[in-house]
């Protein structure tokens, strides 16, 4: 499969925790952008990590890229239940920086 | 920021009609603009990739015929469900991509073939 691969597929917490989730893919990447859907909603872009970064930041949100092992990491550090919706990573790739995303995480924090 | 407006964002239509989705950009120029669809508690699959003034690149196993695009514009790009059925029936999604390499993607449209 050309998409990637999102682990865990679900993952619930209390307030307060931190959620990490998983991104792994198969091809070269030009970048590598974490999205936040809520249910039956559009996409919003949260951050995107350029194939020579290795990690950044951006309020409560982490992120990381290894290359070598062709995955990436997101941090949602002190979760609150405003957080729950399902995230999406997603590759950039070729000339027209293409989007594919993978199968999403589905996160949902308890109050 | 950057932002794309997306109609209708519900639509229910019979088996056989046609239904037009329209995405325009607000406050920028969208040279290349993709869609998507995505079923229920799924990944969003590309369709297709539509450059202004261009025919739309699709990608392997979607209809040509079936998913029109047209970009006629640099703000507009719309998607049409031809004689649309049950099966077409899914939240289709529009993006724009951004000078910095962002995207900045539309409300959805929740299609019901009826």
Known sequence: SQQGEEDPQAL???????ATMNC???????NLQWYRQNSGRGLVHLILIRSNEREKHSGRLRVTLDTSKKSSSLLITASRAADTASYFCARGTGSNYKLTFGKGTLLTVNP | ???????????????????KIECRSLDFQATTMFWYRQFPKKSLMLMATSNEGSKATYEQGVEKDKFLINHASLTLSTLTVTSAHPED?????CSARLANYGYTFGSGTRLTVV
Do not use: D, L
């Open chain 1, 12 to 18: 619930s917490i209390q307030e307060g925790e931190n």
């Open chain 2, 89 to 93: 029936s899914s939240f289709y999604i």
């Open chain 2, 1 to 19: 920021g950057a932002v794309v407006s997306q109609h209708p964002s519900r639509v229910i239509c019979k088996s056989g009609t046609s239904v």
């Open chain 1, 24 to 30: 792994s893919y198969k091809t070269s990447i030009n």
